[in-house]
């Protein structure tokens, strides 16, 4: 993970928890399936500024749809 702002990491941690939530994975699965894809660093932290004001169902969403289309399987 690259350098971050503190509010960064902590979007990232609630996003973590919250499609851990969601998909009913561990906390360290979903770590590891965003950190392999690079969608952390390449997705949440790069647009931060615009996600962090989307509601939290929508990112689910949105994230879960990028991991299918990376051909990651849920």
Known sequence: MRNCTKKELEFTVFIINKLSDYLKKPVSEIYEILSKTD???????????????????????????????RGIKL
Request: glycine share 4%; with cysteine.
């Open 39 to 69: 969608i952390i660093d390449s997705y949440i932290i790069e647009c931060y500024d615009v996600l962090h004001t989307l509601g939290s169902e929508y990112l689910m969403e949105d994230i879960t749809e990028i991991l299918k289309n």
